[in-house]
């Protein structure tokens, strides 16, 4: 069985079981095809690529590869347990999935752009009085004159926040909707609605 599937998340809504208020995300969790099987033999390692989404525009090659199966927009690779239960065209769909299953969850954070070390790293920033009218969001000192002498590599400061790949790990799956290929799970995954998601089984 593959350890994952591809979805693209949809948003945030409540649910409400019994008298308590869950917070979930929705997210559309395949259909994705099996595109190519990766054994120890021929490429070192066994896996599964899966493709997601359709699309029109595909070069040259990505027809050639995608020539059995259709013209899918997004391939990823995953890990799988028995390499010799999958085949190239096999479906793979949410139903994989059980309600009350854990599972990480896999997308590209929001971009912030530039932001401060406040916002970024969370700092607390300078005294809010006895004189110090500027210094409210400044990081303070990032470096001793005599020893190092310079700044630490790796220094937390201000700089580009956001837009990296980050994981959600151990997300709770409340429902699962395999007529609507719809997964709803507790709390927040990274990432913008419609940005693409890669949901495999919590080990």
């Not at 990505?62 to 997004?74: A, C, M, S, T, V």
């Not at 929001?110 to 401060?116: D, R, Y």
Request: glycine share 14%.
């Amino acid at each position: 069985m593959v350890s994952g599937i591809i979805g693209r998340k949809i948003g945030m809504t409540q649910l409400f079981q019994g008298s308590e208020e869950v917070i979930v995300t929705a997210i559309e969790a395949g259909p994705c095809f099996v595109t190519q099987v990766k054994t120890e033999a021929n490429d070192g390692y066994n896996a599964v690529q899966l493709g997601f989404g359709e699309t029109k525009r595909l070069n040259k090659a990505e027809k050639g590869h995608l020539k059995d199966i259709g013209q899918l927009q997004h391939l990823r690779e995953f890990s799988v347990e028995d390499i010799a239960s999958v085949q190239v065209g096999q479906k793979v769909d949410v139903d994989m999935f059980k309600a009350g299953e854990r599972v990480n969850v896999i997308g590209i954070s929001k971009g912030k752009g530039f932001a401060g070390g406040v916002k970024r790293h969370h700092f607390s920033g300078g005294p809010k009085t006895h004189g110090q009218s500027d210094r409210h969001r400044a990081p303070g000192s990032v470096g001793a004159g005599t020893s190092p002498g310079r700044v630490w590599k790796g220094q937390r400061m201000a700089g580009h926040l956001g837009n990296a790949r980050t994981t959600m790990r151990n997300l709770k799956v409340v429902e699962v909707d395999p007529a609507r290929h719809l997964l709803l799970v507790q709390g927040a995954v990274p990432g913008h609605n419609k940005g693409l998601l890669l949901i495999s089984k919590a080990s």
